[in-house]
């Protein structure tokens, strides 16, 4: 017998982020031969096809429409890993439609109501129709999860630089070269436990190059595990060292 969903929400919610998980990889199997799309791999394929347009344009293009969700497990356990550290200010590197967003805006509402604490799901996206599509889905979700959600559109290494909290956790869900500049630019904001979740580590380890020998160099003050879910999913705890 499967046990049942960690998440505790309304049947509403619960039906929707079923429906938008199924959405989301009917679309990446259409577009992936593995099934699960990978922004390095999508873009080697444009550009090996040797298109007459700019892959990067032609990449970004097909992206506007895709959900390109995480895994309803690694949700779920980010879910849980939120509730078990107290965590409420959380920023979502790459937020698409919206999906994962729900689960940590869920999430932070509980340990809010639990700790007292205030807290934010700063959210990011840098395509206005994307972040249209997410916000009509949390109005949906209601106010426990649309009050919870401060959506910052636009480049987030530019809408990241100011104003932000101590941070309890830092979730990459980014195209990957991406993935280093982000870290960089919320670090100073870290709170000392804070944790750094990255999704796809394992398949997408080349893209990730850089970002893993930064979280890996013990000088930088992480401890990472590779958590084994598909494909991978990377938690780092922030533990700088003490003057
Ligand atoms: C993998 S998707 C995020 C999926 C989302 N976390 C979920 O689970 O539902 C990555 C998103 O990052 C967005 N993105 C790419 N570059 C960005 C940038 N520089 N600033 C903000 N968002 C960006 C893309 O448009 C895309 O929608």
Redesign the pocket.
Known sequence: MSAPTPIDAPPHILHLLSE?HKL?LEQEAQISKTGK?L?TNVLGDLEDKGSATNPQEEF?QL??D?????DEDK?QFTYQLINAMGATNII???????????YLALAIAKTKAVTGKSGTVI?????KT?ADV?RKYWVQCGSVVEEQIDL????????LKGDLPEIDLL?L???TP?ALP?LKTVLPRMRPGAVVLT?NTISGAEGYAELLAFLRSPENGFRNMTLPFTNGFEMSVYQPRSE
Not at 123 to 127: D, L, Q
Request: overall charge negative; glycine content about 6%.
């Open positions: 938008l989301s799309v922004s970004n992206m506007l895709k959900f390109i969700a995480l949700c979502e590197a790459g937020t698409s439609f919206g999906v994962s967003t729900i959210a990011t996206e840098k395509e994307k997410a910052r559109e636009g480049d987030l290494l530019e809408t979730f869900d980014i195209w991406l982000t999704d």
